[in-house]
C-alpha cells in the first residue's frame, strides 16, 4: 500500500510540474504557433481561374474604369498613362497596371512600437488582429447592445496587448460619445497607442485631420524623423466607393498620409449582391480591379510606398439584404482574395473572423473559426476583423476578443499544418511502445517532448471530463472571459510613458481614463 502512495505522489507532482510548466510563458523556439507562420495550402482557385480572375480585372479597368477621382488623383495617375474619358472616367490600359505592379512594394514590414510585434508580409504569412467601425459595444451580461465609447476602444487595445494570437490592432469601433469627428480620429489614435504596442491601424473622417493628426503622432513617435523610420500606424482607407468608383475625399486623405509616411490599407469593401457582382468570382474581379487602380495610384504619387492590397468584398444574404460575414461563402471570398495577393506578389489583407451572431454563442463560434481557419490555409497575411466583431460589423465585443485567443490560436495550430519527416512518422516511437512496452505512448519520453512544442493548449477552451466539470462547479466560458475581461483590465498599465501621457492630456481634450 505504501508503495502504491509513493507511485501516485511521484505521478501527482510530475502532472503538477508540467502544468505549471504549460502556464508558463513558452521561448519562441519552443512555442507550437506564432505570428508569421506561413499559410497558402489551401487554393480554393486553381492557377486557371486565378488568371481568368486577372485577365478580367485588367480588362474592367481597360474598359469600364473608375469614376470620381480628386482633381489631383487625376492628375498623377494621367501622368503615368490613364485616360481620362468624356465621361470622367479614368481608364488603365494594361500596360500602366504592369508598370504599377512592377514598383508596388513587396516584403513588407509593418512595424510596431515594440519590434517583437512587427509584422512581416512577405509570401504566406500570416497575422490576425482587429478591424471595423462598430457603433456599438455587445454588453454580454445585460444580453443587449449600448453605444461604443472612446473607453472602450481603449480597453479593446489594452485587451489586444495581452493576447499572444491577436496580432494587431485596427480600430474596431467608433468612439460615439466625442461628438466632435476631429477630436474623435485623434482619441481614436491616442487610445490605441496607449493600450497597445502592437501595429495600429486608423482611419480619419476628414483630409483636413491629417495633419493635426499626425502632430500627435509625431509628439507619440518621439519626433517626425523617429516616426518616418518606424511608422508604427497605417492608414485604414476606404478609397473607392464600389461599385468602380472613387472615393473623393478618401483619395485626398490618402494623398496626406503618403506624403505623411504612413503606410495605406487599400481598401475595396463591395457587397456581393449589392455594391459588387453577385456572384463569388465576379466580387472577387471587381475588387482586385479597384485596388488595382488604387496600386496604380499610390504607386504614381511615391513609387515603392508601402500598401496593403485590401480585397474585402463582403457576402450579402439576398433574401433580406443583411450582410453575411458569418456564411461559407464570405469564407471563400477572403481565400480567393489570398490567391490573387500571392499571384501579384503583394501584401494583402481580407476579412475573416466576423460573425453575424448577436452574441459570442455557438452561431458566433461557427462562423467565427470558419473563415478564420480558411483565411489562415489560404495564407492570407493580414486576416482583418478576425477577433470580436458582431452582428455583420454593427457590435464589437470585448469577452468575444478575449476568447478569439484561444480560437485564432486553433486556427494558427491548422496553419502550421503537419510535419513529415523521419522522426513525426514515429517508427522508432512505435518499436519502442509495442515491442516489450508499455503499449500506450501515454508519459513516454517523446511524448512529454512535444507537448508544448506541437501542440496548442486553450487558456479558457474547457477539455474536463464531466465528472471534473461538476467537481470545478461547472465553470461557465462567457463567465471565465468577462473574468480574465477583468483580470486584464484590472492591471491598468498604460502604454505611454506617464510624463508623455501628462503632455499628451494638457494639449489634447482626451475622453478616456
Same mark, same amino acid.
Given at each position: ?39 497558402g495550402t489551401l487554393k480554393v482557385l486553381s492557377d486557371a481561374q486565378v488568371r481568368q480572375i486577372h485577365e478580367a480585372a485588367l480588362e474592367?479597368?481597360?474598359?469600364i474604369g473608375l469614376a470620381d477621382a480628386p482633381q489631383s488623383g487625376i492628375e498623377l495617375m494621367v501622368g503615368v498613362g490613364a485616360v ?5 472616367r479614368l481608364r488603365f490600359p494594361r500596360a500602366v497596371v504592369e508598370e504599377a505592379l512592377s514598383k508596388a512594394a513587396r516584403n513588407l ?142 483619395? /485626398?486623405? #490618402?494623398?496626406?498620409?503618403?506624403? $505623411? %509616411?504612413?503606410?495605406? *490599407? ?5 457587397? @456581393? +449582391? ?92 461557427? /462562423?467565427? #473559426?470558419?473563415?478564420?481557419?480558411? $483565411? %489562415?490555409?489560404?495564407? *492570407? ?5 478576425? @477577433? +470580436? ?100 483590465? $484590472? ?23
Open positions: 500500500m505504501v508503495e502504491v502512495q509513493e507511485r501516485k505522489s511521484r505521478r501527482g507532482g510530475g502532472r503538477a510540474a508540467r502544468v505549471a510548466a504549460r502556464a508558463a510563458a513558452l521561448p519562441d523556439e519552443v512555442r507550437p504557433i506564432r505570428p508569421g507562420m506561413e499559410g474592367a479597368l481597360a474598359t481620362l474619358g468624356e465621361d470622367g514590414t509593418l512595424p510596431a512600437r515594440d519590434p517583437q510585434h512587427d509584422l512581416e508580409l512577405f509570401g504566406r504569412k500570416v497575422h490576425f488582429g482587429t478591424a471595423g467601425a462598430a457603433v456599438n459595444v455587445v454588453d454580454v451580461a445585460n444580453n443587449s447592445y449600448r453605444h461604443s465609447t472612446s473607453q472602450d476602444l481603449y480597453e479593446a487595445a489594452r485587451i489586444t496587448q495581452a493576447l499572444d494570437n491577436v496580432h494587431f490592432f485596427q480600430r474596431p469601433m467608433v468612439c460615439r460619445d466625442i461628438a466632435d469627428n476631429l477630436e474623435m480620429d485623434l482619441n481614436t489614435i491616442y487610445g490605441a497607442v496607449a493600450g497597445t504596442t502592437k501595429h495600429i491601424g486608423t482611419s480619419f473622417s476628414d483630409p483636413s485631420h491629417v495633419a493635426p493628426c499626425m502632430e500627435l503622432i509625431h509628439m507619440l513617435a518621439g519626433g517626425e524623423e523617429a516616426w518616418r523610420a518606424r511608422p508604427f500606424i497605417s492608414n485604414s482607407n476606404c478609397f473607392v466607393v464600389p461599385p468602380m468608383k472613387f472615393a473623393t475625399e478618401s483619395c /485626398e486623405t #490618402m494623398e496626406h498620409c503618403i506624403r $505623411a %509616411g504612413m503606410p495605406i *490599407l487599400l481598401l475595396s469593401a463591395g457587397m @456581393a +449582391g449589392a455594391t459588387a457582382p453577385s456572384t463569388i468570382a465576379g466580387a472577387v474581379v471587381q475588387s482586385v480591379a479597384e485596388c488595382l487602380a488604387g496600386v496604380v495610384y499610390v504607386n504614381a504619387l511615391a513609387p515603392g510606398h508601402p500598401a496593403i492590397f485590401g480585397t474585402w468584398p463582403f457576402g450579402l444574404d439576398l433574401r433580406t439584404g443583411a450582410m453575411c460575414l458569418g456564411s461559407g461563402e464570405q469564407a471563400l471570398l477572403s481565400s480567393a482574395c489570398a490567391q490573387m495577393h500571392q499571384f501579384y506578389g503583394l501584401p494583402g489583407g481580407a476579412a475573416g473572423g466576423a460573425s453575424d451572431a448577436k452574441m459570442p454563442d455557438m452561431q458566433a463560434g461557427w /462562423e467565427q #473559426m470558419c473563415s478564420n481557419v480558411m $483565411a %489562415g490555409l489560404s495564407g *492570407l497575411n493580414m486576416v482583418y476583423e478576425a @477577433a +470580436g466583431m458582431h452582428a455583420s460589423l454593427l457590435g464589437f465585443c470585448l469577452e468575444s476578443l478575449v476568447l478569439s485567443d484561444d480560437l485564432i490560436g486553433q486556427a494558427m495550430r491548422c496553419v502550421r499544418g503537419i510535419e513529415v519527416n523521419e522522426e513525426t512518422l514515429a517508427l522508432d516511437q512505435m518499436a519502442e511502445v509495442c515491442l516489450g512496452g508499455p503499449g500506450h505512448y501515454l508519459g513516454t519520453d517523446k511524448t512529454l517532448a512535444l507537448m508544448q512544442s506541437d501542440f496548442v493548449y486553450p487558456s479558457l477552451g474547457n477539455r474536463m471530463s464531466p465528472k471534473e466539470w461538476e467537481e470545478a462547479r461547472k465553470p461557465d466560458l462567457m463567465a471565465n472571459a468577462t473574468a480574465r475581461k477583468e483580470a486584464i483590465l $484590472a492591471q491598468g498599465a498604460s502604454q505611454v510613458d506617464p510624463d508623455l501621457d501628462r503632455a499628451v492630456r494638457e494639449r489634447y481634450r482626451i475622453y478616456f481614463t
